[in-house]
């Protein structure tokens, strides 16, 4: 009986049941933060949290986004990689050119993005080959250009990274913006309620007459965007480009994305989730470095919160 009144609160409100168990998580993870560590529950630490996880957000919105129709994204970490070798050598030797550079870097992970989604169409080749071997070639030609940190940016570029209005990080503001806007996007707009459609079942949304194909080619160009948004954080935080910064990028953002609750398969999840899926690996990373925990054992960690999150939401799965 109280399962099904807890069941039909949830309809109610219309919340995801996802969403409720990451924020259950969250909670765990802040009320153990203010009790095993003096300097966890600060503002100031709360909001080197959010710079901090900045980068992983970007990535992870674009990972999201493609995951929502049916896909996924293996190149994600290597378009931040070339994306911050691509800005910071050309702008190094160009200084002039640091704004237009930034939209050129924008631009030119939406590229990389749409041939991923190209190529998936026309080939019938599942994305996950695609993109892993776009994630190769970009990878290769970044370290036939250099295999050491390289180019930089001016000075003031590094407010993106660092600098704060009223206290709050810039680039957390620009975080959870793009969060915003694509929520918005995927909840109100047409276009966007096609991306569960298509990830649902794309023979059905063609015949109720979406165009799936260019719903897509807009997932995959939207996921190479964001990439290189993340790699534009990168550039800022770090000052150069570096052939290695994106190495780890690809999986950390698949981790939101499973623990916010969106189905590997397609058609279902909130990217809301996927946000609060953020916050709270970096949370966690942020209490466990406190408490001086290898990060080995952190990698662990977040593999059984990712198992016991997946395991939670197949078994909710099933019985709503």
């Known amino acids: ?21 990451v924020i259950l998580l969250l909670a765990i993870v802040v009320i153990s933060g ?18 901090q996880s900045s980068g992983l957000g970007f990535a992870s919105i674009g990972q999201a986004m493609v995951v ?39 631009l030119f992970g939406a590229m990389i993005g749409f041939c991923n989604g190209y190529i998936t169409i026309k080939t019938g080749v599942h994305p996950l080959i695609v993109t892993l071997g776009t994630a190769s070639i970009l990878n290769g030609s970044v370290l036939i250009y250099t295999l050491q940190p390289t180019g930089g940016v001016p000075y003031w570029f590094e407010e993106f990274a660092y600098g704060r209005i009223w206290n709050v990080p810039i680039s957390g503001l620009v975080m959870l913006l793009c969060f915003a806007l694509v929520w918005l996007f995927l909840r109100y707009f047409q276009a966007g309620r096609a991306f569960y459609a298509v990830g649902g079942n794309p023979e059905a949304a063609r015949l109720s007459g979406i165009q799936s194909n260019r719903i897509i080619l807009l997932a995959y160009s939207a996921s190479g965007f964001f990439a290189a948004l993340a790699g534009v954080y990168f550039v800022s935080r770090t000052g150069v480009g570096d052939p290695r910064i994106g190495d780890p990028i690809t999986l950390a953002s698949i981790t939101p994305v499973i623990i916010g609750g969106l189905i590997l398969g397609g058609g279902k999840g909130n990217v809301l989730g996927v946000l609060l899926g953020v916050i709270l690996i970096s949370l966690l990373s942020n209490l466990l470095n406190y408490m001086n925990i290898s990060t080995f054992i952190q990698w662990v960690i977040q593999g059984v919160i990712i198992i016991i999150a997946v395991s939670v939401y197949v078994h909710k799965g099933k019985k709503l």
């Open 1 to 21: 009986m109280a399962y099904s009144k807890s069941r039909y609160l949830v309809r109610r409100l219309q919340l995801d049941p996802s969403l409720i168990i």
């Open 34 to 51: 203010f009790v095993l560590s003096d300097r966890f529950g600060t503002t100031r630490n709360f909001m080197n949290v959010l710079e």
């Open 68 to 106: 929502i129709v049916g896909g996924i994204d293996l190149s994600i970490g290597a378009v931040v990689t070339a994306s911050t070798i691509f800005m910071a050598a050309i702008v190094d030797l160009h200084p002039g050119l640091m704004i237009p550079m930034i939209f050129g870097t924008l």
